[in-house]
T-cell receptor, first 112, second 120 residues
Framework: KNQVEQSPQSLIILEGKNCTLQCNYTVSPFSNLRWYKQDTGRGPVSLTIMTFSENTKSNGRYTATLDADTKQSSLHITASQLSDSASYICVVSARGANNLFFGTGTRLTVIP | GAVVSQHPSRVICKSGTSVKIECRSLDFQATTMFWYRQFPKKSLMLMATSNEGSKATYEQGVEKDKFLINHASLTLSTLTVTSAHPEDSSFYIC????????????????FGAGTRLSVL
């Protein structure tokens, strides 16, 4: 069964601190994995996309890693800002399939 | 980057009325668009796949007569919630897939900003 699991469900950190979000998946055959940021009441916005051959991808203060062997990905946020408060969703696409498989997200709250 | 516009962003309606939500790809053509529903603190749930010029494909458990989808052009898909009831209140999000080969290979979907539907 194709599944995407994220941890932790929620996280509270102080402004300026770093954090790492986890994503484990069982989607097969794997095509690509994306991390999205979703602000409350808004649609998801893509942060990174990685295919099978990519291990790391950065987008500003966001760095995603992918281990296709263990089927794990992480999203590292450095020097967090209050505006980073949002839900972060891991989305995995299967090769040849139309659908995307969504994780339940990690709700990040950055406090001053 | 590709932009998907969704309108309206918020709608409040009376029970029994119908509500139409529009999803437009502004700078690319999309033969396929997707409609999702999201409950509070939950992830997106795919409702249906909208195919330009043909019937939509609905996910199991989604009533096609309740949620009418029309994809008449390569840049516009609409979702009509018919005879809305309070239990239809939710956050609806559309996405569109760019037709270019690279995007298709990666199954890249671009999301709209969502529509908050409240049925009184």
């Amino acid at each position: 069964k194709n599944q995407v699991e994220q941890s932790p469900q929620s996280l509270i950190i102080l402004e300026g601190k770093n954090c790492t979000l986890q994503c484990n998946y069982t989607v097969s055959p794997f095509s690509n994995l994306r991390w999205y940021k979703q602000d409350t009441g808004r649609g998801p916005v893509s942060l990174t996309i990685m295919t099978f051959s990519e291990n790391t991808k950065s987008n500003g203060r966001y760095t995603a890693t992918l281990d296709a062997d263990t089927k794990q990905s992480s999203l590292h946020i450095t020097a967090s800002q209050l505006s980073d408060s949002a839900s972060y969703i891991c989305v995995v696409s299967a090769r040849g399939a139309n659908n995307l498989f969504f994780g339940t997200g990690t709700r990040l709250t950055v406090i001053p | 980057g590709a932009v998907v516009s969704q309108h309206p962003s918020r709608v409040i309606c009376k029970s029994g009325t119908s509500v139409k939500i529009e999803c437009r790809s502004l700078d690319f053509q999309a033969t396929t668009m997707f409609w999702y529903r999201q409950f509070p603190k939950k992830s997106l749930m795919l409702m249906a796949t909208s195919n330009e010029g043909s019937k939509a494909t609905y996910e199991q458990g989604v009533e096609k007569d309740k949620f009418l989808i029309n994809h008449a052009s390569l840049t516009l898909s609409t979702l009509t919630v018919t005879s809305a009831h309070p239990e239809d209140s939710s956050f609806y999000i559309c996405s569109a897939r760019d037709q270019i080969a690279g995007a298709i290979a990666k199954n890249i979907q671009y999301f709209g900003a969502g529509t908050r539907l409240s049925v009184l």
